[in-house]
């Protein structure tokens, strides 16, 4: 008769030596599925930006249009000045939401000086500059995000060379309620920011309220959801202002940059 001991231990074996041959074939597929997850969260980065600058239909070659029309910069906020790397990073590989966490790269936002409630901004922007077929500046797109009513909301705006004419956003990150703060994805109210400006007399101007009377600058608010629209607001309040796009908005516009 089996000793009950040696019985025991030989099933230990057996789940402990499964357990590892599982662990390895799971650590190995996740390695060789990194690029891939790389490679397809690339291109959906890609999708989202032409998405904003109103370029995506269901026809689109991303790869194709995006090589063929978008350039893709790297900015230092604080001195203005381009740059070629991050953190080792060319401005296709360089991950702004990510740097702005870290020490060094990002800088920490009084709260008072915080209306996106994002804690951190990046110090380096990551721009995307479109050209049209004449390779003439069409579009330029940034990357916004902002503290809604239950996390952070992540976005691009697309705005035209005047660097006030709003071409298009695009809110592809969130967790706001479905059918009330989730609408900041619904194609009829992006579609209301399209004309809208920026800025009136060097201020931001933009508003998203229940009572549009500014044509030019008030967004319509999205229907029960006001901490979500009081969101949206702040979030571009922040991100054009000098705290952020703000000087380097104005250094697009007087054409200083090559």
């Not at 249009?65 to 230092?76: A, G, I, M």
């Not at 101007?205 to 549009?212: C, M």
């Amino acid at each position: 008769m089996a000793n009950k001991n040696e019985s025991l231990g030989k099933t230990l074996f057996v789940v402990i030596a499964l357990c590892l041959v599982c662990a390895i074939i799971v650590a190995g597929s996740a390695v060789g599925l990194k690029p891939l997850q790389q490679k397809n969260a690339a291109l959906d980065m890609q999708r989202n930006v032409l998405d904003a600058a109103g370029l995506l239909t269901p026809e689109t070659n991303v790869i194709e249009l995006f090589e063929q029309r978008v350039e893709t910069r790297l900015f230092n906020l604080n001195t203005l000045e381009e740059v070629e790397s991050v953190d080792g990073k060319n401005a296709t590989d360089y991950d702004p939401i990510a740097s702005a966490k870290k020490a060094g790269l990002g800088t920490k936002l009084d709260k008072a000086d915080d209306e996106a409630g994002i804690g951190s901004r990046e110090d380096v922007a990551k721009v995307y500059f479109i050209n049209d077929a004449q390779g003439e500046l069409e579009t330029v797109v940034v990357f916004v995000r902002g503290y809604g009513l239950w996390g952070t909301m992540y976005g691009f705006m697309a705005v035209a060379p005047d660097m006030n004419t709003i071409k298009g956003i695009n809110y592809y990150e969130h967790t706001e309620t479905p059918g009330l703060g989730g609408e900041i994805q619904n194609p009829n109210w992006a579609a209301s920011w399209q004309g809208k400006e920026i800025y009136a007399d060097g201020e931001v101007a933009l508003n998203v309220t229940k009572n549009v009377t500014d044509q030019a600058h008030d967004i319509d608010a999205l229907s029960g959801a006001t901490l979500t629209s009081n969101g949206v607001e702040n979030t571009m309040q922040f991100w054009f202002s000098d705290k952020a796009y703000g000087p380097l908005f104005d250094k697009i516009r007087k054409g200083e940059l090559n």
